[in-house]
């Protein structure tokens, strides 16, 4: 019967399960506990098993879903439990930051406001600590949270919001006031800034939208800079003779040298595409117009048109 040896299984049984739950690293206090709870819904289930109330197959099915259930109660005791005012900062913070209102770079030694760069993430002290410009952001955020409320209720003030969050561990380097000394360009000029250091550590949902935004502006960088290479390599292409442009299957795309050669007066020789031969250069454009603006046009390096010249 279920009560002859009820003591000693019972502790039997909570040893076993308390030594597997201390894997998980968690208080000893809440290991105990939950060790406690999952033991004493076994028994109850075994003496419904016995009594008849339930079969075997129901009473192995809800101790192990009550075991995942507790579980996962035990896990959550280690996550801490924020202010609600802390818990507005840290989302509309997030927010801003994928809208891509608040950009933060890796790395950087001096702000840059003209580009909303008003975060870095360094290694300072042998720790990683998220730097953001404390009157900006905040100004940011609290005006974010507060146009996404109904009744658009005053946000708790910036220094109240400082003690919370050092409350909460969430910054660090703090000892001698809520922020440090640091650099911003604004308007061109180097000026002086006050930033908060958050413990990357506490919030790594943060920092991960922090590094995927990086990652993105990594790859636009290099996708622009591979089409500005593309595009430079235009003279090599007008270089080439007609039969290799027509070997590349390029020939026919820019086809018209009218749009790209710069007829000039001074040449006495022009490239025919057609024939693929010198010919003299017979064209007086003095008395066209719609040339002399083309030519123009072609010969300013600032209009961004490739200028071929043919060398004899």
Same mark, same amino acid.
């Given at each position: 019967?279920?009560?002859?040896? =009820?003591?000693?299984?019972?502790?039997?049984?909570?040893?076993?399960?308390?030594?597997?739950?201390?894997?998980?690293?968690?208080?000893?206090?809440?290991?105990?506990?939950?060790?406690?709870?999952?033991?004493?819904?076994? =028994?109850?289930?075994?003496?419904?098993?016995?009594?008849?109330?339930?079969?075997?197959?129901?009473?192995?099915?809800?101790?192990?879903?009550?075991?995942?259930?507790?579980?996962?109660?035990?896990?959550?005791?280690?996550?801490?439990?924020?202010?609600?005012?802390?818990?507005?900062?840290?989302?509309?913070?997030?927010?801003?930051?994928?809208?891509?209102?608040?950009?933060?770079?890796?790395?950087?030694?001096?702000?840059?406001?003209?580009?909303?760069?008003?975060?870095?993430?360094?290694?300072?002290?042998?720790?990683?600590?998220?730097?953001?410009?404390?009157?900006?952001?905040?100004?940011?955020?609290?005006?974010?949270?507060?146009?996404?409320?109904?009744?658009?209720?005053?946000?708790?003030?910036?220094?109240?919001?400082?003690?919370?969050?050092?409350?909460?561990?969430?910054?660090?380097?703090?000892?001698?006031?809520?922020?440090?000394? =640091?650099?911003?360009?604004?308007?061109?000029?180097?000026?002086?800034?006050?930033?908060?250091?958050?413990?990357?550590?506490?919030?790594?949902?943060?920092?991960?939208?922090?590094?995927?935004?990086?990652?993105?502006?990594?790859?636009?960088?290099?996708?622009?800079?591979?089409?500005?290479?593309?595009?430079?390599?235009?003279?090599?292409?007008?270089?080439?003779?007609?039969?290799?442009?027509?070997?590349?299957?390029?020939?026919?795309?820019?086809?018209?040298?009218?749009?790209?050669?710069?007829?000039?007066?001074?040449?006495?020789?022009?490239?025919?595409?057609?024939?693929?031969?010198?010919?003299?250069?017979?064209?007086?454009?003095?008395?066209?117009?719609?040339?002399?603006?083309?030519?123009?046009?072609?010969?300013?390096?600032?209009?961004?048109?490739?200028?071929?010249?043919?060398?004899?």
């Amino acid at each position: 019967m279920l009560n002859s040896n =009820f003591i000693n299984d019972y502790r039997r049984d909570f040893e076993t399960l308390r030594d597997e739950l201390k894997e998980l690293e968690e208080h000893g206090r809440h290991v105990d506990g939950f060790a406690h709870l999952i033991i004493a819904f076994n =028994f109850y289930m075994a003496y419904g098993k016995e009594r008849g109330f339930i079969t075997p197959e129901q009473c192995i099915s809800n101790c192990n879903s009550a075991k995942e259930i507790f579980l996962e109660l035990l896990n959550e005791q280690s996550d801490t439990i924020f202010d609600q005012n802390v818990e507005m900062f840290m989302d509309g913070l997030e927010q801003l930051i994928a809208a891509g209102d608040i950009v933060v770079q890796d790395n950087c030694q001096t702000l840059d406001f003209d580009r909303r760069v008003y975060g870095t993430i360094r290694v300072e002290k042998g720790q990683e600590v998220l730097k953001l410009d404390w009157d900006v952001v905040y100004r940011l955020v609290a005006k974010h949270i507060m146009d996404s409320q109904k009744h658009r209720n005053p946000f708790i003030g910036s220094k109240k919001l400082a003690k919370l969050l050092d409350e909460y561990n969430l910054i660090c380097f703090n000892e001698n006031g809520t922020t440090v000394p =640091f650099k911003a360009l604004h308007k061109g000029q180097t000026e002086r800034c006050r930033v908060i250091n958050f413990r990357t550590d506490m919030i790594p949902e943060i920092v991960s939208l922090i590094r995927g935004k990086e990652e993105e502006r990594s790859r636009l960088i290099n996708d622009i800079a591979k089409s500005y290479v593309q595009r430079s390599s235009y003279p090599d292409y007008w270089g080439a003779s007609k039969n290799d442009r027509e070997n590349d299957g390029s020939y026919g795309r820019y086809n018209s040298h009218d749009d790209y050669m710069d007829y000039d007066d001074d040449e006495d020789e022009y490239y025919d595409e057609d024939s693929e031969e010198l010919k003299p250069n017979e064209y007086d454009d003095s008395d066209d117009d719609r040339m002399q603006e083309k030519n123009k046009k072609t010969s300013n390096p600032k209009s961004g048109i490739l200028r071929i010249e043919i060398n004899k």
